[in-house]
């Protein structure tokens, strides 16, 4: 099992950028895909970017796509999300995301542990 901890949310504003990290617990963290995923208020969760359990491949959003960069430090058990130009459409609570599942999918439901998530909120 793993536990996964958010930090790094915050306000900012339109054009800015934010650095989000996810510190896993465990000894197997490289035993893992990982994913970070968003839901805002009234709307359903989605896919923002994955990254392979080497850190050697990663996945993003169509909406998203080159304002993000996955990355992980398999030594330091974390996984982090960083992200530029963001917009107010960018508000929502973001979540990082564990799977031992093979591949690395883009669907939450294949992800069998969650942190509680960070709230990012950009004004405009």
């Known amino acids: 099992q793993v536990q996964l901890v958010e930090s790094g949310g915050g306000l900012v504003q339109a054009g800015g950028s934010l650095r989000l990290s996810c510190a896993a617990s465990g000894r197997t963290f490289s035993s893992y895909a990982m994913g970070w995923f968003r839901q805002a208020p009234g709307k359903e969760r989605e896919f923002v970017a994955a990254?392979?359990?080497?850190?050697?491949?990663?996945y993003y959003a169509d909406s998203m796509k080159g304002r993000l960069t996955i990355s992980r430090d398999n030594a330091k058990n974390t996984v982090y999300l960083q992200m530029s130009s963001l917009k107010p459409e960018d508000t929502a609570k973001y979540y990082c995301?564990?799977?031992?599942?093979?591949?690395?999918?883009?669907?939450?439901?294949?992800?069998?542990?969650w942190g509680q998530g960070t709230q990012v909120s950009v004004s405009s």
């Open positions: 995301a564990a799977t031992i599942r093979r591949g690395v999918p883009r669907e939450g439901s294949a992800y069998d542990y």
């Open positions: 990254v392979s359990r080497s850190g050697g491949s990663t």
